[in-house]
């Protein structure tokens, strides 16, 4: 189970929202290296970030932080999400050393795209699914779409998708709990893995989530709740280590 602490950066700066909001967001630093850093001395093994203005506006906005922070952690894998909607995209944060970049609202609104990155980008491409009740929402939340999360996840499956990011939103930075049960369920309904997102508060959180990683559950991002004090990550890890 990998513990990946989220960087969601709006403006430069390091901060969280609540259920995606852009409004309800609360900065936690203006450095955010600093900030990667904290979670690399901690022992992350693998860093989140998305870019929240990019993901409403369609195209990398907070590139540069990007950049900044991968250029000082090459030796950790970086997953980035948020306005990612043409292989050039792809390929500017892949030449700045990203692992992984992950399509959200595109995979949706056009999923031959996800098809055709990931036949010239193989290995380095995931897909963000962001739902409730079942179903996926785009634009940054603010649409509910008629796609049923896990049929469209098995049809990036076929496409040759890395990896399937889930998130909750109706538990996203509310502090409320993950749902383990939905993501079981989606990884169960797939062979690829599922990275669990949204209400991941506390260290019985992550006990449920290490529970079902037998089932496809490889990951789970965490965010408001390393930053406010609910998880301390040295914590989760030694956890996480215990429970195999």
């Known amino acids: 189970m990998l513990l990946i602490p989220a960087i969601d950066l709006k403006d430069g700066k390091c901060v969280r929202l609540?259920?995606?909001?852009?409004?309800?967001?609360?900065?936690?630093?203006?450095?955010?290296?600093?900030?990667a850093d904290r979670w690399a001395e901690a022992g992350a093994q693998r860093l989140h970030i998305v870019d929240l203005n990019g993901a409403f506006a369609g195209r990398p906005v907070n590139a540069e932080a990007i950049r900044r922070i991968a250029a000082a952690h090459p030796d950790i894998p970086i997953q980035v999400g948020g306005g990612i909607r043409d292989d050039d995209a792809?390929?500017?944060?892949?030449?700045m050393g990203v692992r992984?970049?992950?399509?959200?609202?595109?995979?949706?609104?056009?999923?031959?795209?996800v098809g055709d990155a990931c036949s010239e980008f193989p290995g380095h491409i995931m897909v963000g699914l962001d739902a409730k009740d079942g179903k996926?929402?785009?634009?940054g939340w603010s649409k509910l779409s008629n796609h049923d999360v896990i049929d469209i996840a098995q049809r990036f499956e076929r496409e040759g998708v890395e990896a399937i990011v889930y998130t909750d939103i109706s538990r996203d930075g509310m502090m409320q709990g993950v749902n383990a049960?939905?993501?079981?369920?989606?990884a169960r309904?797939?062979?690829?893995?599922?990275?669990?997102?949204?209400?991941?508060?506390t260290l019985e959180d992550i006990r449920r989530l290490c529970a079902v990683s037998g089932e496809g559950v490889m990951g789970a991002i965490i965010g408001r709740a390393l930053y406010e004090g609910g998880?301390?990550?040295v914590e989760a890890q030694k956890l996480v280590d215990e429970l195999g």
């Not at 309800?24 to 900030?35: E, G, L």
């Not at 970049?101 to 999923?111: D, E, K, L, M, S």
């Not at 049960?181 to 989606?186: D, P, Q, S």
């Open 90 to 95: 792809i390929e500017q944060y892949l030449e």
């Open 100 to 113: 992984y970049v992950i399509i959200g609202t595109n995979a949706v609104n056009a999923p031959h795209f």
């Open 136 to 139: 996926v929402a785009i634009d």
């Open 189 to 201: 309904a797939i062979t690829i893995p599922v990275i669990a997102s949204g209400g991941v508060s």
């Open 181 to 186: 049960e939905a993501t079981a369920a989606l």
């Open 18 to 35: 609540r259920q995606g909001r852009m409004e309800d967001d609360t900065v936690f630093s203006d450095d955010p290296v600093a900030v």
């Open 231 to 233: 998880i301390d990550l």
